[in-house]
């Protein structure tokens, strides 16, 4: 059964914003406690990228982002949301979102969660 759905993603030009989205169904959005998005450009390993384990009231950033990204959970559509301005090229790659059942005490590792979703293209361009 496919866990997690991934969609929002494009190109834009450097400074603009997109928001990325990952369904999941109700009985699965439920039980997560951890969820998170990665992100993996080409010939780079995959990083944390934002992950709330504690329902919005604690977010955790990677240093990159910090500032520019916000995450969020949408209770009432069963989605966690990635709000992404002042894009910069250095955020072009494949983006993941992942979830887990367990609370974790490294939210941004990307080792431990255990559903992943097919992930969506952000490309931005200079």
């Known amino acids: 059964q496919v866990q997690l759905v991934e969609s929002g993603g494009g190109s834009v030009q450097a400074g603009g914003s997109l928001r990325l989205s990952c369904a999941a169904s109700?009985?699965?959005?439920?039980?997560?406690?951890?969820m998170g998005w990665f992100r993996q450009a080409p010939g780079k390993e995959r990083e944390g990228v934002a992950a709330?384990?504690?329902?919005?009231?604690?977010?955790y950033y990677a240093d990159s982002v910090k500032g520019r990204f916000t995450i969020s959970r949408d209770n009432a559509k069963n989605t966690l949301d990635l709000q992404m301005n002042s894009l910069k090229p250095e955020d072009t790659a494949m983006y993941y979102c992942?979830?887990?059942?367990?609370?974790?005490?490294?939210?941004?590792?990307?080792?431990?969660?255990?559903?992943w979703g097919q992930g969506t293209q952000v490309t931005v361009s200079s």
């Open positions: 109700a009985y699965n959005y439920r039980r997560y406690r951890c």
């Open positions: 709330d384990c504690t329902g919005g009231s604690r977010a």
């Open positions: 992942a979830a887990d059942p367990s609370w974790s005490g490294s939210p941004l590792k990307g080792s431990w969660y255990a559903y």
